[in-house]
């Protein structure tokens, strides 16, 4: 929280919702936000790890507020939209941090594309499609209502590009993710204001607790899995939070007002290297 984003860019006097706010890349998304001057809503599912980053922040003099809700369910976030509207009068930023695979979705040695359980492909094209979609109807109405204009992040990968494999279900739902940001971008300039902009970070591969069971194994080498995605990165690394920090903070700055329906890679080259 030490970074002083807002030499960068001054977002004092903006709020900013951000989903998945609890996970460990999101987090650091908030922190980043806060210390350019922006307050913060966090918003997760598990209200113990919504409630520590709060803390932590308004111990950094922050301003910033915990909201509870399910990204897959309507009414679960009209609940938090009311809730976030008892701490701020409006809504700048969404940020669409909330999302993931399932180990009970991905294909291994013990368990082949058909044998595939149905609610745990369900609950990644849920998680990552539905509650995108679902996050922005209920929170870019506040940005709509409230200033008629911001900016809205949604967080798509590298599989959105080239499905890879074994996750089925989390490359066509980031496809899916890319597509809708492409989508909702034309449609609110078009239809409410062009001053709403809609934008997606596409994360090469950062290590989280989320992906961690395929990249490196118990005693903390990695995997093959692992080694192939690095062989196939050339600056030959995982990502840190910061890569992402620093092109969040860029799509927001008041200097990209014309940039709206893009997807960024921030994948070290990944998408860019053949393999050759």
């Not at 590298?158 to 279900?169: K, Q, S, Y």
């Not at 093959?224 to 030959?236: L, M, N, S, V």
């Amino acid at each position: 929280m030490t970074a002083l984003w807002k030499d960068w860019v001054n977002l004092e006097a903006k709020v900013a919702v951000i989903t998945g706010g609890g996970g460990e890349l999101c987090s650091r998304m908030a922190e980043a936000l806060a210390g350019a001057g922006a307050s913060i809503a966090i918003l997760d599912y598990d209200q113990a790890k919504a409630e520590e980053k709060v803390a932590r922040m308004k111990k950094a003099g922050l301003k910033s507020a915990a909201l509870v809700a399910d990204v897959t369910s309507r009414s679960s976030l009209e609940k938090a939209g009311e809730e976030f509207k008892k701490h701020f009068q409006a809504l700048d930023i969404l940020v669409n941090g909330a999302g993931g695979n399932s180990p009970l979705a991905t294909t291994g040695p013990d368990q082949s594309f058909f044998d595939l359980p149905e609610p745990a492909v369900r609950k990644v094209l849920e998680l990552n499609v539905l509650g995108t979609i679902l996050c922005c109807q209920v929170f870019g109405k506040i940005i709509l209502d409230t200033r008629g204009e911001g900016s809205i992040i949604n967080i798509s990968s590298m599989n959105a590009f080239r499905p890879l494999t074994r996750i089925p279900a989390y490359s066509a739902a980031k496809a899916g993710v890319s597509n809708f940001t492409q989508w909702l971008a034309v449609h609110f300039a078009q239809n409410y204001s062009p001053k709403i902009r809609v934008n997606a970070i596409a994360p090469g591969f950062f290590i989280t607790e989320q992906n961690k069971f395929l990249l490196m194994d118990k005693s903390g080498q990695m995997t093959e899995r692992g080694k192939k995605i690095i062989d196939h990165t050339p600056q030959a690394r995982f990502g840190h939070p910061d890569d992402l920090v620093s092109t969040l903070v860029w799509l927001l700055a008041p200097s990209s007002s014309f940039i709206t329906g893009v997807v960024i890679p921030v994948d070290g080259g990944f998408s860019a290297y053949s393999g050759v």
